[in-house]
């Protein structure tokens, strides 16, 4: 039995698509330790929430995720290069993300799912919070 995503797309197709290479645009240089020392990059999330949507439809109906952890781990002081001093709030997410499957003709025959982690952290700890979820998406 053929499977179709919420767009009526074939799913193996949808799922080819993610493996495609992407504009240069969707690309930004990872910043600091191991992966910005070696020159690698990360999608833009924004872009990669295009792509997913495109394929699998608008988040919350072919696609979403669940939230089952949310770990505030707490904030460091550090002083920047300029002598300011700030706190680093860092936090992380467990998600269970999720798409729906179709058959040919628009009934829904199940759900896919699978784990992602994501940690993030800022200055301002509403974006530190928001961040990791962004990074277990685009995970």
Same mark, same amino acid.
């Given at each position: 039995?053929?499977? $179709?995503? !919420?767009? *009526?797309?074939? #799913?193996?197709?949808?799922?080819?698509?993610?493996?495609? *290479?992407?504009?240069? &645009? =969707?690309?930004? /240089?990872?910043?600091?330790? =191991?992966?910005?020392? =070696?020159?690698?990059?990360?999608?833009?999330?924004?872009?990669?929430?295009?792509?997913?949507?495109? #394929?699998?439809? /608008? +988040?919350?109906?072919? $696609?979403?995720?669940?939230?089952?952890?949310?770990?505030?781990?707490?904030?460091?002081?550090?002083?920047?290069?300029?002598? %300011?001093? @700030?706190?680093? $709030? *860092? @936090? &992380?997410?467990? #998600?269970?993300? $999720? !798409? %729906?499957?179709?058959?040919? +003709?628009?009934?829904?025959?199940? %759900?896919?799912?699978?784990?992602?982690?994501?940690?993030?952290?800022?200055?301002?700890?509403?974006?530190?919070?928001?961040?990791?979820?962004?990074?277990? +998406?685009?995970?």
């Amino acid at each position: 039995m053929e499977h $179709w995503t !919420y767009t *009526q797309k074939p #799913l193996a197709e949808a799922i080819k698509e993610l493996d495609r *290479q992407l504009p240069p &645009g =969707a690309y930004k /240089p990872i910043s600091g330790g =191991a992966g910005g020392a =070696a020159g690698l990059t990360d999608i833009v999330p924004a872009y990669a929430v295009e792509l997913i949507s495109e #394929l699998f439809g /608008p +988040v919350g109906l072919g $696609w979403g995720y669940d939230l089952i952890d949310q770990r505030d781990l707490g904030g460091t002081e550090k002083t920047s290069q300029k002598g %300011r001093k @700030y706190t680093d $709030w *860092q @936090y &992380g997410v467990a #998600l269970l993300l $999720w !798409y %729906r499957v179709f058959d040919k +003709v628009g009934a829904e025959v199940g %759900r896919a799912e699978w784990p992602a982690l994501g940690g993030s952290s800022n200055e301002n700890a509403e974006w530190a919070a928001k961040g990791a979820v962004t990074n277990a +998406v685009g995970a």
